[in-house]
């Protein structure tokens, strides 16, 4: 990890209309940019541990980073894979402050750390601030829920099909990709085991649903995956 000198300067920001903080005052702006600094991460890097105590608010300004649960026998299970111009999870900041997830980088990064209580003051300022807050836990909630709820209900191929569909839908937009994650982290997506993982990936090239060279990914079957993740 290692701080950027030269911080992004929110009110000129390009990518600002992507952004949560888009649409505040000016005065709110130079509380953010008094507040914050930039900070590198190393592919790998821890970014958070679950179980700690936060005392920022993390953006993704490059890369990307996991967020995930970690279980016993060193089992994680990825909740979501964030982009640019994303939160990196919202630790519990009207409550305890604490962190239930974890978050690593899973290439390169550049996060904007926000002072916790600087945060805190923006919303509290300004009451349209709040209901932004309230939905953005809400689809974050919504999110995790549907994540758990896949690994809870599925069988072990409907669960590896979820995982390529949200990669194709939700991460790279196309049926055609180079893989970021490693193949760890893709049986974390799925909830699995590795071995398990690496089997049933091999059944759908048998099948010619998938076709994988080294890293990169072509969905070959996009409408017999959605009706396994859907049916198993």
């Not at 290692?2 to 920001?13: A, D, E, G, P, Q």
């Not at 026998?73 to 305890?96: A, C, G, M, T």
């Amino acid at each position: 990890m290692s701080n950027y000198i030269h911080k992004l300067n929110c009110r000129v920001c390009n990518h600002r209309p992507q952004c949560f903080f888009n649409g505040m005052t000016d005065q709110e702006y130079e509380l953010l940019y008094a507040n914050k600094k930039e900070v590198d991460f190393k592919a790998g890097e821890t970014i958070y541990k679950q179980g700690t105590e936060s005392k920022y608010l993390i953006f993704l300004l490059s890369g990307m980073a996991k967020v995930y649960l970690e279980g016993d026998d060193k089992k994680n299970f990825i909740l979501e894979l964030v982009k640019p111009f994303q939160f990196i999870d919202v630790p519990s900041i009207f409550d305890d402050d604490m962190l239930y997830r974890s978050s690593a980088a899973v290439m390169d990064s550049r996060a904007c750390l926000v002072d916790l209580q600087a945060f805190k003051s923006i919303i509290m300022s300004s009451k349209k601030n709040v209901p932004r807050l309230l939905k953005h836990y809400n689809h974050m909630n919504t999110r995790y829920s549907q994540r758990l709820t896949n690994v809870i209900y599925k069988n072990m191929e409907a669960r590896i099909a979820d995982a390529f569909l949200y990669l194709v839908n939700e991460v790279y937009f196309s049926r055609v990709f180079t893989l970021g994650i490693s193949r760890t982290d893709l049986a974390d997506l799925a909830g699995m085991s590795r071995e398990s993982t690496s089997r049933i990936i091999s059944q759908f090239k048998d099948q010619e649903i998938v076709k994988i060279t080294g890293k990169k990914v072509e969905i070959l079957d996009k409408k017999q995956l959605e009706q396994i993740a859907r049916y198993g």
